[in-house]
T-cell receptor
């Protein structure tokens, strides 16, 4: 099956930029997603990128996609304590509707 | 608009018992999905309903797991009998049909602990 990999933990200081990385194996992915899970809550869609795009920016969030290397990253500018959460990368292949998720990266923002 | 809701939020049961999880999707969403996250690992797909029909159940671990969606509204996921390795967080998600980027709205999850 498809593999989606992420590092498990990331710590940054408040005000710095955070970069969360993800690699995936399915080259037929149509869309790639970033979800955020805060404690006790469900997964919230942060942003998504279509596979024919290289970059997408949405306020403090920048998504970069390197399709050749199958590498996706999420950059959060001016990271705040409210950004502390688990961030999941997910891909959706051309066939079917199921998502393939990574393990999640737990982001801790230090005041 | 109410989001996806799941019940219970937490269940602690002994090995060999039966547990039934419930998911209420967003009203009008034809697609309903079940996922599971075992501690520290990735979120894994279990199955997908379109209305009341099982579209894809390739992720169901074994025949101890039974999912239903009677009437195409809420869904239940029953595990009988539970085993220790079934512990984890079970997420439900729903989405509208026929949208290009298929945003799935997730519930808060049910944390299942098997003793």
């Amino acid at each position: 099956g498809e593999d989606v990999e992420q590092s498990l933990f990331l710590s940054v200081r408040e005000g710095d930029s955070s970069v969360i990385n993800c690699t995936y194996t399915d080259s037929s992915s149509t869309y790639l997603y970033w979800y955020k899970q805060e404690p006790g809550a469900g997964l919230q869609l942060l942003t998504y990128i279509f596979s024919n795009m290289d970059m997408k920016q949405d306020q403090r969030l920048t998504v970069l996609l390197n399709k050749k290397d199958k590498h996706l990253s999420l950059r959060i500018a001016d990271t705040q304590t409210g950004d502390s959460a688990i961030y999941f990368c997910a891909e959706s292949p051309n066939t079917g509707n199921q998502f393939y998720f990574g393990t999640g990266t737990s982001l801790t923002v230090i005041p | 608009e109410a989001g996806v809701t799941q019940f219970p939020s937490h269940s602690v049961i002994e090995k060999g018992q039966t547990v039934t999880l419930r998911c209420d999707p967003i009203s009008g969403h034809d697609n309903l999905y079940w996922y599971r996250r075992v501690m520290g690992k990735e979120i894994k797909f279990l199955l997908h309903f379109v209305k009341e029909s099982k579209q894809d159940e390739s992720g169901m671990p074994n025949n101890r797991f039974l999912a239903e969606r009677t009437g195409g509204t809420y869904s239940t996921l029953k595990v009988q009998p539970v085993e220790l390795e079934d512990s984890g967080v079970y997420f439900c998600a729903s989405s509208r049909g026929q949208v290009s980027y298929n945003e799935q709205f997730f519930g808060p999850g049910t944390r299942l602990t098997v003793l």
